[in-house]
DNA sequence: TTATAGATTGCCT
DNA sequence: GGCAATCTATAAT
């Protein structure tokens, strides 16, 4: 990792979710996992806007399930959804109001073959390093890179990401992306059509058939 | 107490 | 392209 790497602080997720979801493409989300580092850099995220967006977890108001959501910015928030798949969010927004981002889709960057491992995908040498569709496979969709980096909602729900001691984090390596696509977001019924999903144009880890941009 | 939909994925045809 | 898997929250009996 460079020198200048800084893990984001809570003053970045203290704004709105639109803001903080663009903002969010191209930073590293990083998992300490014992002596070893999985990291992935973010390419694809959606906003979830609190009181003014049907299809937010916090729409309906506060239960036990997304408190999360209505506490103070940077805290991870993840559910389990489908009885198969955890998905990570992270809050926005201060204390008492209710916003968060969806973290969507990772393109692997360190500690690759522990994170395949974790899906079920088997990497043998060099040559499946730069097989692309298998790498693919490890992190692109909420559910996948929570696997990948062993999410759950036990281990995570209501971590503090902006901790330097946490072992789950989001860093600044100084890394800049090129150009932003935005379109509606993903797999949602109400407020469907709300262009709230971002993602790195053209990149290929990005979720779905194909690339965006 | 029972029914149903859900911020998904992988396997089937 | 269709659909099952399988937990959780919430709505409907």
Redesign the pocket.
């Known amino acids: 990792m460079p020198a200048l790497s800084a893990t984001l602080t809570s003053a970045f997720f203290d704004r709105d979710p639109r803001k903080v979801a663009r903002a969010l493409l191209g930073k590293l989300l990083v998992r300490k996992d014992g002596r070893s580092r999985l990291a992935g850099r973010i390419v694809e995220t959606?906003a979830?806007l609190g009181a003014d967006d049907a299809?937010?977890?916090?729409a309906?108001?506060k239960?036990?399930?997304?408190s999360v959501?209505f506490g103070p910015p940077g805290i991870a928030?993840v559910?389990?959804?489908?009885?198969?798949?955890y998905?990570l969010?992270v809050s926005c927004l201060p204390d008492g109001v209710a916003g968060?981002v969806?973290f969507?889709a990772l393109e692997p960057v360190a500690g690759v073959e522990q994170m395949a491992e974790a899906?079920?995908i088997e990497i043998h040498g060099l040559e499946d390093l730069k097989n692309a569709s298998l790498l693919r496979?490890i992190s692109?969709?909420?559910?996948?890179?929570?696997?990948a980096l062993g999410v759950t909602?036990e281990r995570d729900n209501g971590k503090n990401l902006t901790s330097p001691r946490s072992d789950l984090r989001i860093v600044d390596d100084g890394f800049r992306v090129r150009k932003i696509a935005v379109t509606p977001?993903?797999?949602?019924?109400?407020a469907a059509a709300d262009p709230l999903r971002f993602v790195v144009a053209g990149n290929p880890f990005v979720?779905g058939r194909r690339p965006i941009g």
């Open positions: 959606e979830y299809a937010a977890h916090s309906a108001g239960t036990a399930r997304n959501l928030y559910y389990f959804i489908y009885g198969n798949h998905c969010n968060g969806l969507r899906r079920g496979q692109s969709g909420p559910g996948r890179m929570s696997e909602r977001r993903i797999g949602i019924t109400k979720s």
